[in-house]
């Protein structure tokens, strides 16, 4: 096991950072008949971004859908407080618990305002004038079918529905996945911006993305948390991300190559 002081102790029960908004202990769960989560320490920093980082295929989706209870789980899994656990995926989200999933998950076949519509959480204010000032583009295409938008804005529309309701943590898994540059650079600044609104635990491949937003780390192998820290820390050294992550940490991509046919 490897970590970076301040956050050394991954025992289920240690304390990784003060207060989280999110407290993951001992989490396992099952995708498809197998164990892939198997222990996972996590805490969400109450401000700012927490990375979940992980070389393909270590479980890091399959945690944030254990933490949304949208596979089986075990462990404990608190909100202010509040085991998540015990709780069906619907309470999970009325609670606050945002969730922008990898892909995108778009209503293909509905416009931009009824995905948004959709969206809408019971119990929450409804936060169009952020989602329409981050996304004004969004507004102008109301009326068009979400699966004829290209790639980056499918993406904004996940992100807006996110947004639109009150959250008291946001679940954001790869983002910029096969996203240009240019979109890439856009979907940072959004995140940044829904960082000052809710705290983020952030799963991304792209470590200039990291660099930019996050300010702690935490890292999977196999299914088990290995690295809880600074993401500075983690990102400072080469050797360890060499290690943890498969790649040098000024490449950038975690060995994803930039999709040149990716939508603008
Ligand atoms: N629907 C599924 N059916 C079978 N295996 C799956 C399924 N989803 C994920 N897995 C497996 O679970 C492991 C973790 O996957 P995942 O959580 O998606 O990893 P990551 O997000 O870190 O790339 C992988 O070995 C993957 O092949
Ligand atoms: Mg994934």
Redesign the pocket.
């Known amino acids: 096991m490897t970590s970076a002081s301040p956050c050394e102790d991954t025992r289920a029960g240690a304390s990784l950072t003060a207060e989280p908004v999110l407290r993951v202990r001992d989490l396992q769960a099952h995708?498809?008949g197998?164990q892939?989560?198997e222990h996972v320490d996590l805490d969400v920093a109450p401000v700012g971004v927490t990375a979940l980082l992980?070389?393909?295929?270590?479980?890091?989706?399959?945690?944030i859908?254990a933490i949304l209870g949208l596979v089986g789980r075990s462990g404990t899994v608190e909100l202010d407080g509040t085991d998540l656990v015990p709780l069906p995926t619907h309470l999970v989200v009325r609670r606050g618990v945002g969730y922008v999933p990898?892909d995108r998950e778009v209503f293909a076949g509905l416009t931009v305002r009824d995905n948004l519509r959709l969206a809408e959480r019971r119990g929450s204010t409804h936060h169009y004038d952020l989602v329409y000032d981050l996304f004004p583009e969004l507004h102008q295409r109301g009326g068009q079918a979400a699966g004829t938008l290209s790639g980056g804005q499918q993406q904004m529309v996940s992100l807006a529905r996110a947004l639109l309701n009150d959250n008291q943590v946001l679940l954001v898994?790869?983002p910029t996945k096969g996203l240009a540059p240019r979109l890439v650079a856009e979907v940072s600044r959004v995140l940044a911006r829904a960082a000052q609104v809710a705290p983020v635990l952030l799963?991304e491949q792209n470590l200039q993305v990291v660099r930019d937003l996050a300010q702690h780390a935490v890292v999977?192998t196999d299914?088990r948390s290995v690295h809880h820290g600074p993401a500075a820390d983690l990102l400072a050294d080469d050797e360890l991300t060499q290690r943890l992550l498969g790649v040098h940490a000024d490449t950038g991509d975690q060995g994803r190559p930039a999709d040149p046919e990716a939508p603008a």
Do not use: Y
């Not at 992980?54 to 945690?63: E, I």
């Open positions: 995708v498809a197998q892939v989560v992980g070389r393909n295929g270590v479980g890091k989706t399959s945690t859908k990898e898994d790869e799963v999977l299914g």
